[in-house]
């Protein structure tokens, strides 16, 4: 069922009542969502995080998606990295990997991070991430928002930690207010692995549709916050509470995560 959420940006709360309904709706979302982009421009761009959302993505590489849709036209992206080998354990392009690029036959991969071995391999990763942003964008691969000046992806799908992270921005951290990078890093994630690259807020905000996916009881507290004022008493708000899409933002909820609303 839908109604009304927070009235920064055209938002919608899908409350269902197991965590398999809501990957089914996911699937169902993504899929509607990468055939009218592909219609209406030949691609669609996707913003994959880590965590628990590649697990609820997997109804999307099942029947009958896994056939219906045209992953040859997908570009995908990742919203943050730990800084760890791609074959590390807690890299989220592995994590992606396993559970949802080896699925399907064919997906292009246009900004992939690449591991260095340089000494200070947070800055690279990060600059080396804008940079192929930059020469997407130069590519006309990519465009950019006319609305913010930075570029603008189809759909991200973002989780949220217990703490209210999105992506790497965590509520204790600064960089969490960068305004002008599109990349940015930090050294001392709270969440381990403590160096991680993210897309900064002016990117993720710049998205067509955001689909905030949260599922499980650890959560709900955190998006009884989210849902309503964004903050803790005495402490600043969560970063959840700054993601707005430049089209639509659907809250996918199970119930156990809505059962404080
Ligand atoms: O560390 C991260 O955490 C968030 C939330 O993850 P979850 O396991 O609590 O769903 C994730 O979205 C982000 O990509 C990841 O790097």
């Known amino acids: ?28 979302y993504t899929a509607d969502l990468s055939e009218k982009y592909i219609n209406e421009k030949g691609s669609f761009s996707v913003v994959l995080s880590g965590g628990t959302l590649i697990d609820t993505l997997r109804k999307l590489v099942e029947s009958p998606y896994k056939q219906s849709v045209d992953w040859s036209k997908w570009l995908i992206f990742w919203v943050d990295e730990r800084v760890v080998p791609l074959d590390h354990e807690d890299s989220n392009y592995l ?13 292009f991969l246009p900004a992939t991070f690449t591991p260095s071995t340089t000494r200070n391999l947070r800055k690279v990763q990060q600059t080396d991430y804008e940079d192929r942003l930059k020469d997407l ?6 465009p950019i928002s006319n609305i913010s000046g930075f570029p603008k992806f189809d759909l991200m799908l973002l989780g949220m930690g217990p703490d209210g992270h999105v992506a790497s921005l965590f509520p204790s951290r600064h960089h969490r207010y960068e305004k002008e990078r599109w990349v940015t890093f930090i ?10 690259i993210t897309f900064t807020f002016p990117v993720i905000n710049s998205a067509s549709e955001i689909a905030m996916v949260i599922t499980g009881a650890d959560l709900a507290g955190t998006t009884k916050i989210a849902l309503g004022n964004g903050q803790i008493p005495g402490s600043t708000p969560l970063p959840c ?21």
């Open 1 to 28: 069922m839908a109604f009304a959420g927070p009235a920064k940006t055209q938002t919608k709360v899908l409350k269902f009542d197991t965590e398999e309904d809501v990957a089914v709706a996911l699937a169902k």
């Open 95 to 107: 994590l992606a990997s396993r559970g949802f690029l080896s699925k399907v036959r064919y997906l």
């Open 137 to 142: 964008v130069s590519r006309k691969i990519l």
């Open 187 to 196: 050294t001392d994630s709270p969440k381990p692995p403590p160096p991680r």
């Open 241 to 261: 509470t700054e993601v707005s899409a430049e089209g639509e933002l659907t809250w996918f909820l199970d119930k156990d995560a809505a059962s404080k609303l």
